[in-house]
């Protein structure tokens, strides 16, 4: 398919875009086969705005006269405005939007377009891979190894080819647990807690289904992630009742004459629709500034999402303490394992291990708890808060995730290598990028589609010394601590810097922030000035005294 | 003095506890832990005892404070615990102004200091740097003697064309005698913010008198002819006290007036609403939807808004069409000082200064007689009359430095400070209702001015960010108020409630980077100096050594001891000895200083093989 047949006006003249808080501007409009550009006329200054289509999340078209306007709401929750003259430019270009910006191939998006105009100093795909993360462990204990049993995708689809199990369960093993997981997402290690030796499991749920089915292999596989007399938590992300019902669709749990080790707690974190919804209704109430306080506020408590935010937070501080207080391993899963797990076992890191509040840490753990772990990126993050498709696999999950990992932040300001724009970097690529890194559900369809060998990966960027400095947090000072945050509604805010980031001007924030980050600096240049006097002063000392000898 | 007394925390669902002494002063309420920590609570601050049901371990006592902290101590035996209860509602209710804390409070000042002190705000100064009196604003004598309105100030400005019989007829037609007076001039605009309380209309009388007096107001005015009448309370309250024989202006009696009514609501809805609040904030186990839907029932957001808002719509009036603005309200001294000072403060970048905050407040709130005594019941009175019109205020200010972070020289700890000692009655600035009642208790012979305390540690009150070139002078600060732009002051509300503040305080970090940054600035002035005295000793050295330059200097590999690396000091817990509000010179706000997360961990119990979290 060619994108030309898609584009039948190209190129419109005395366009109009309005942006909130910015004056309107006066420009030509260009389409391309996956981007939108519009360039304003003014020779001195002139705005160019690129917008990849893949980033627009619904287009709403209006005539007055032969004036058209196009709404354009992109995932990154911005909205633009654009007047276009003639009804049937605006029609074209309305439509075209349209097409280029649900195109169901894969193989169209642009990251199988995208030229780099870097050099490539080291290759992303290859930044993480799970035999280095193994190769840390090894060095601590000789208690996991590395198994190849998912080469092929054969086992479990979702999963990445090799996985860390505990050394005592021989592959043959793995495969039965596998059947008896649903997806085959056998029980794998997610965390290794280097203070006390617990660990953290991840799997699917068990299918137990309503005659109580029940796999030695697995429940030897968990117990060998324990010590001996010592208890273990699973924490299931579903409440009780949702996973009794479960069994009669031949999932289920694990049941405690099967697994006496263990302590089951249920904890309620919200899936799939209910999350885009709440998502949708917070949008909604942000983006309306005609709100009086009643309304904000109550719209504000019926999207719900703050109280996703604290569910969240609170089952991973949870997972967090069983292995850090009570010296436990955990297992964590829901139903698939690819979404509510993959939030509690990576902010339980982010609470526990430092290295995954550095900047190198947090890419490994998305990679590793996200990308490797199977969550399916390009289903969840098909449309965002402006879709009138409410498909049933859309749902804002990894934002959630973002969204916890800024509120720790929030608390512990100091205790981060990155700050909130590589967060929030994280959320926009994660919907729409030049990079292939978020394409694909999991692994098995990434190598199908080669996107190592198609497609930039995202790291392959970010982690160039020029982009790296836009994302360093000047705060940071390395803290090797567990850093516990707080739940309280009190302590949790809204994430402005997403949900209102296009709603009110901001020049006095930002400005405020360029100054924190000039007083830090200045500070350290101060430092290396009197360090450097200091010295020479010595110097100049130990010369004379040289000399008086 | 009562021993092994719990302190149990207040959000925590285990029944974690600290056990200690707690002692009882003449002024305040000690608590020492086991661990020496103490903690001081001034009886005055004290709003509220209550004794709970006994209970197995003891006698539960709870204690509410005016500046939201709240304790809950479990006294072991019961009459011990009945005992502090009883002492307690004796020495937090004062029944005359010379039992408070200020008549006894000593910093060890000598005379000329404290007479100094208390001449450090100076409002005729203030009204010259206003640049009256003018040609139509003068110093009028028919207050001198407190003889026309007893809650006003002894010297007030009016315009030069009323004369004293517009005044005195005036001040009749006005409830409580508050007839219309300047409150703040704008030398741009020649425009100014006048205030007064509600007139005496009913539902037909007029005032000759009244009427000139507004006529005069819009004359002094000559760049704009109609002045705006704001009347802060909502129109339904308004027109109910036309009943009353009160009320409000009739736009057909006064000419070239705008009448406007913009809707904040009185002391009593104020203070229920406060009660909600605190009642929802201070929940147990709170989940986030009960928060939102208490904060916004409470109202208390929606009130601080309409003050706001008030404000801005002063502050335009003046700022973009140069019109005079007289704001009222009924007695014009809680809402009208609220929207009054923060018009001003919105206008005028002097009030977003350490000093000029002080004299906004000495001026605006002080001198035109807010009841600070019945308001924060300073008194055992009529508990009807207490009211947070003044903490609305500061937490208004506190929203504005929210949205400019870089526009105000004080911070977050300035406001609370203040907050503090407005209850404190450690200070006479804020005690009395009006300034009569202050001259009649000689507070400036008997009692201490806070603000020299506060300018003199004016270092924690700065605000590192501030940058004093944000707005030129006299330009319009313009907020935006969508109400997603207001927040629950979690540090005002919740300050003394550690478990809910970040762990690590970017704005203490910044703070003492800022700080260390000017010791830098110093120590390197200091060895540039020493450097160039050496370079200059060692070149005589040199001249008379010349032969011997020609070899290479001696390379000191070893360094020597005195340059260290200097490990920037992170703001560390150095406040081990806390005392509230006893003394300016405690750093409250170190409470808030951050801490690198305790190994132990606020947020999680495990009971009964139930998980549960707690705040």
């Known amino acids: ?549 | 003095q009562v021993e092994q007394v719990k302190l149990l925390d207040r959000f925590s669902t285990s029944n974690k506890s600290l056990t200690g002494t707690l002692y009882l002063t003449a002024t305040h309420l000690l608590f020492i832990d086991s661990s020496q920590r103490e903690t001081w609570i001034l009886h005055h601050h004290i709003a509220a005892v209550e004794k709970l049901p006994l209970t197995t371990s003891g006698c539960p006592l709870v204690i509410q404070c005016k500046n939201f902290r709240i304790v809950h101590f479990v006294v072991p035996r019961e009459r011990d615990c009945h005992d502090i209860y009883n002492s307690l509602l004796q020495l937090s209710r004062t029944a005359k102004y010379e039992e408070l804390y200020a008549f006894s409070y000593n910093p060890k000042q000598n005379e000329s200091e404290q007479v100094k002190g208390w001449q450090l705000i100076d409002l005729a100064e203030e009204y010259k740097r206003m640049g009256v009196p003018n040609d139509y604003w003068q110093l009028s004598d028919a207050n001198r003697d407190y003889k026309v309105c007893e809650t006003y100030p002894r010297e007030l400005y009016v315009p030069r064309t009323a004369s004293k019989p517009i005044i005195v007829g005036s001040s009749k037609f006005r409830s409580k005698g508050r007839f219309p007076v300047l409150s703040y001039y704008h030398k741009n605009k020649e425009a100014a913010i006048c205030r007064c309380s509600q007139p005496l209309s009913g539902f037909s009388a007029r005032c000759l008198e009244d009427e000139h007096m507004l006529q005069a107001i819009s004359k002094a005015n000559p760049s704009n002819r109609y002045m705006y009448v704001m009347d802060t309370r909502p129109k339904l309250n308004a027109m109910a006290n036309r009943a009353a024989g009160k009320g409000y202006e009739n736009e057909d009696n006064y000419s070239n007036i705008r009448f406007q009514f913009v809707g904040i609501e009185n002391i009593h809805v104020m203070r229920s609403s406060l009660q909600k609040l605190l009642e929802v904030s201070g929940t147990r186990g709170l989940s986030v939807n009960d928060f939102l839907s208490g904060l916004e029932n409470s109202g208390w957001l929606r009130h601080i808004k309409a003050v706001l808002d008030a404000a801005i719509f002063l502050a335009k009036a003046i700022a973009v069409e140069s019109a005079s603005v007289l704001v009222h309200c009924s007695d014009g001294w809680d809402r009208t000082s609220q929207v009054c000072s923060l018009g001003a403060l919105l206008l005028d970048s002097y009030y977003r200064t350490i000093k000029g905050f002080m004299v906004l407040i000495e001026k605006d709130w002080i001198s035109f007689g807010h009841k600070f005594s019945d308001r924060c019941c300073q008194l055992d009175g009529d508990p009807k009359e207490i009211s947070p019109v003044f903490t609305q205020f500061l937490e208004s200010v506190w929203n504005l430095t929210e949205q400019f972070p870089q526009a105000f020289e004080y911070n977050e700890a300035f406001l609370l400070q203040i907050h503090e000692h407005v209850h404190s009655c450690q200070f006479g600035n804020f005690l009395g209702n009006c300034q009569k009642e202050r001259e009649d208790l000689k507070l400036k012979e008997k009692t201490y001015s806070l603000w020299p305390f506060l300018l003199s540690e004016q270092k924690k009150y700065q605000n590192p960010l501030y940058n004093p070139d944000f707005s030129p002078e006299l330009t319009l600060l313009e907020p935006n108020t969508v109400s997603f732009n207001f927040k629950f002051w979690r540090n005002m509300y919740h300050q003394f409630d550690r478990s809910m503040h970040p762990r690590q305080s970017m704005f203490n970090l910044i703070m003492n980077t800022s700080e260390q940054n000017k010791q830098l600035e110093e120590d390197i002035k200091e060895l540039e100096a020493k450097i160039k005295l050496r370079s200059g000793q060692s070149d005589v050295v040199l001249v008379k050594d010349q032969e011997q330059t020609a070899r290479p200097a001696p390379v000191s590999l070893k360094s020597p001891p005195c340059f260290q690396k200097e490990q920037p000091p992170m703001p560390g817990n150095d406040a081990v000895r806390t005392i509230e509000g006893s003394n300016t010179a405690d750093n409250r706000y170190s409470e808030l200083v951050s801490e690198f997360s305790k190994a132990e961990p606020a947020v999680v119990s495990l009971e009964y093989g139930v998980a549960r979290m707690t705040c």
């Open chain 1, 1 to 549: 398919m060619e994108f030309a047949e898609l584009i039948k006006t190209p190129r419109a003249d005395n366009v109009v875009l309005h942006c909130p808080f910015h004056m309107a501007v006066e420009g030509t409009l260009c389409l391309t086969g996956h981007h939108l550009i519009f360039s304003s006329r003014r020779q001195d200054n002139a705005e160019e705005l690129w917008l990849l289509h893949s980033n627009i999340d619904s287009i709403e078209k209006r005539f007055v006269g032969s004036l058209g306007t196009i709404i354009i709401k992109c995932k990154d929750l911005r909205i633009i405005q654009l007047d276009i003259p003639g009804m049937e430019e605006c029609l074209n270009i309305a439509s075209s939007i349209e097409a280029l910006s649900t195109l169901d191939s894969v193989t169209l998006m642009y990251p199988f377009f995208y030229r780099p105009m870097f050099e490539v100093l080291e290759d992303g795909w290859s930044s993480f891979l799970l035999e280095q993360e193994f190769e840390l462990l090894s060095s601590v204990t000789n208690e996991w190894r590395l198994s190849c049993v998912n080469k092929e995708f054969s086992v479990c689809p979702s999963y990445p080819p090799v996985v860390i199990v505990p050394k005592s369960v021989d592959d043959e093993a793995l495969r039965k647990v596998a059947l008896f997981r649903q997806g085959g997402r056998f029980p794998v290690l997610s965390y290794y807690h280097k203070k006390n030796g617990m660990a953290m499991l991840r799997s699917s749920q068990p299918l137990t289904g309503t005659n109580g089915r029940r796999c030695k292999e697995d429940e030897k596989l968990v117990n060998a992630t324990l010590r001996s007399g010592r208890r273990g938590f699973v924490i299931d992300t579903r409440p009780l009742p949702v996973a009794q019902q479960a069994r009669a669709k031949g999932g289920g749990f694990e049941q405690e004459v099967h697994y006496p080790q263990w302590r089951r707690i249920h904890k309620y974190i919200e899936r799939f629709n209910i999350l885009q919804e709440s998502f949708i209704k917070l949008v909604e109430a942000c983006n309306d500034q005609s709100h009086n306080m009643d309304r904000w506020l109550s719209k504000l408590e019926a999207s719900n999402w703050l109280t996703h935010i604290k569910e969240l937070l609170t089952a991973a501080c949870l997972a967090a303490q069983c292995i850090d207080r009570e010296g436990a391993s955990v297992l964590v899963h829901g139903s698939e394992g690819t979404d509510s797990t993959l939030q509690v076992t990576s902010l339980a890191q982010i609470i526990l291990d430092p290295r995954c509040r550095t900047i190198r840490g947090f890419e490994a753990l998305v990679v590793r708890e996200w990308l490797q772990a199977g969550h399916p990126f390009q289903q969840r993050c098909a449309q965002s808060a402006y879709s009138n498709s409410k498909q049933k696999w859309e749902a804002p999950v990894f934002l959630l995730f973002l969204e916890c990992v800024w509120q720790i932040h929030r608390q512990f300001p100091c205790s981060f290598e990155f700050n909130e724009q590589f967060l929030l970097m994280l959320f926009e690529h994660a919907y729409a990028s030049q990079f292939g890194t978020f394409l694909g559900n999991n692994e098995n369809e990434r190598a199908k589609l080669k996107l190592p060998q198609k497609t930039m990966s995202l790291w392959s960027w970010v982690n160039r010394p020029e982009e790296l400095c836009r994302f360093q947090n000047p705060l940071y000072e390395a803290n090797s601590l567990v850093i516990w945050p707080s739940v309280a509604p009190q302590s949790l805010q809204l994430w402005e810097g997403v949900f209102l980031r296009w709603n009110r001007p901001s020049k006095f924030l930002e400005e405020a922030e360029e100054e924190r980050i000039n007083i830090i600096k200045y500070n350290k240049e101060l430092q290396a000035k009197v360090n450097a006097l200091r010295r020479q002063l010595a110097e100049m000392e130990t010369d004379e005294e040289g000399r008086e000898e």
